[in-house]
């Protein structure tokens, strides 16, 4: 949602400086619609406090304490030894590394279709609406129904599959199987905001190269990715970001088993199942920071502008 | 499991709803009684009968939880951690009493507030044991339950049945026969280990107040138990899709007409299920007891019911004990086990005859109670669960049993004090 705004009103800024410089020091009207804006912003940015602040900083202060409910009496500070006992647990890298196998297997394949799919609804001209209704589809599936009916689907007695096989039983049939219904779901999203990145490139450049005698597979190598390189960052930071969250499919198709917990699953297990406060809130703790860290190194490293879907400059 | 499971969270969707109609304390004068308990179809049965017989005592109503056990407690725990007091009485799964009353989410029954299951004389040994937690009553055993060895005699033949595991092995082998036994990495796991190793002659965890609970599990007997469910997990044994198995799907297996597998490990609630769905069918099943591990001593077979609870925080706790002792009662008892497959846990009713007709093994199913040992009773419970499943799913991974006792060992005792990741 911000992003759009930001975008939009960076646009609408844009032609301003065009004919003289900006004045130093800003005039008595622009102070006072400065403070309009504070005034106006304020609401949104304590409710965004209250509603997420204060759970991330409630979590950290649980993280730091032997904290159980099933044993209330005895509770205390413990400084950093929930985080030590994570970090020392091997049962924890596991997680790690299969969520991030997930997500990268799982981002990667969904660009590509994303791609795929966002240039048939760029291109379509027969029955546009229908193409995008078609694909977007998925989408609008509930996660849980969509981890259900892909666990149905490859189940030895009510799914497709011939005889007995059964990917389910084993952890690269599993790892297949979740990656396969994450995609399904969320290609989609993907398709979406790479649309959006297809539509800010100039069609003038497309013809030019059409007229110099490029060939389809060089305009997108040449003209269309490289236009659409910030919307691509977009796309893939933020389905990174959710991708590294995965839960629900996991939690219905294999429950964590044969290697397959995720760093979601091990938190849920601490927290909803074991009701160890203290221990599941340094899980989560952690997997916030894994975020952020995502989150940096692709808008510090990778110079993904959020604030903007066209690319290019 | 699968339908199961997909119902579970149906029903766990729906719950919410359920939970919000706000509802007055009294009905027609008497005070409610809210039972969170799983859906059980004898329920209505029950609450009404007792209703009936109150006298303005109390007005019992149910409030369904999901279907699966992990998703009955996982609700349970979120609303009693926040003090609900709207819970007055709790349908506990046996292995819960610990984490419970340790929490002090549940209250302890006084000497002589239970007119029926209050003392081992009156219920049997294993649903009693359950319900016991520092040396003070804090469950009242509603219903019992043990799985026994099912089998076709069409195709099992003029064989001996088999009493042991070796034997069952063997004679499955023979047969190029899958037995049916629950491999998912789910409670059902937990509920094996327990009987393997208890019947080997070993225990998992010793109980104790207050984290002084110790992982037990001596070497060899542990070994044993371990070798056991590493040869269920090997051809031709081992049923199709065995890692994702649970209860229901081999009820559903062992009654489809392409089955090949002869035996089946389960719950009795097989047997009204097929009496239902194909009577023909049922007659071919054959029930034995839960195989031992030794030839000469009785199995310690796997134990699982309902107890009740109080909740800590209920309104009203002697409107609650009565409804307990309605519930508890021979004439309820009766109906739990004609409608839902479920044994009592009354000694009075070992030989009842009304009983007995609808349960055909009512005489070794509660021979088998006396033998029967609980799950841990202790307060990482759920822990301890989940670290079993964890170092053993699935059954076809297990192979050298030496590195995966080491292995449970350590994990276990990291789990007992709730300072593993799981």
Redesign the interface.
Known sequence: MTTTTDAGSRRIGAPEPSGRKPAKRSTDRAQAERRLGIKLAAPAAILMLAVTAFPILYAIWLSLQRY?????D?KGFVGLSNYL??LG?G??WTAVGSTTLITVVSVFLELVIGLAFALVMHRAIFGRRTVRTAILVPYGIIT?ISA?AF??AV????GFLPG?V?P??STGGSFATIILTEVWKTTPFMSLLLLAGLATVPEELQEAAKVDGATAWQRLWKITLPNMKGAIMVALLFRALDAFRIFDTVY?Q?????NTQTISG?GY??L?????LG?GSA?SILLFLMIIAIAFVFVKLFKTNLGTVKGGD | M?AR??LA?AVLLMAPLAACGGESDTAGGAPVVNWYIGNEGWLPDVIQACNDSANGAFALRSESLPTNP?GQ??QL??RL?AEDDSIDLIGMDVVWTG?FA???WISPFEQGELENVGSEEQVFKGPFESAQYDGKQYGAPLNSNTRLLWYRKSKLGDRPVPQTWDELFTTAEQLKSPIQETG???ESMVVLFNALVNSAGTTIVEPGA??DAKVVLEEGPTLQALDIMKRLGRAPVAP?????LGED?NR??FQSGDSTSVFMINWPFVYPSVVEADPELAKDYGFAPFPRVDKGTPAAAPLGGYNLGIGRYTKDREAALAAINCLTAPEQQRTIATKGGQPPVLRELAQDPEIGESLPFLALMTEQLDTAVPRPVT??Y??VS?AVR?VL??L?SISDTQKEYDELKDLLEKALK?????
């Open positions: 159980d409910l099933r044993n209330p005895d006992l994570v647990d049962t924890w849980v259900f666990a149905f189940a030895p007695d009510t007995s059964d389910l039983s219905v294999t429950a964590g088993a044969l091990l297990n601490a909803v199942s074991r009701v160890n221990l899980i | 699968r499971t997909s969270a992990d407690r996982e725990v979120r951690a984490e340790q929490a002090g998912a990495r789910a207050d984290g199709a899709g065995q890692s994702n799907d559903l297996a307060p990482t759920n822990d989940l964890t799913h699935p076809s709730s300072q593993a990741v799981l």
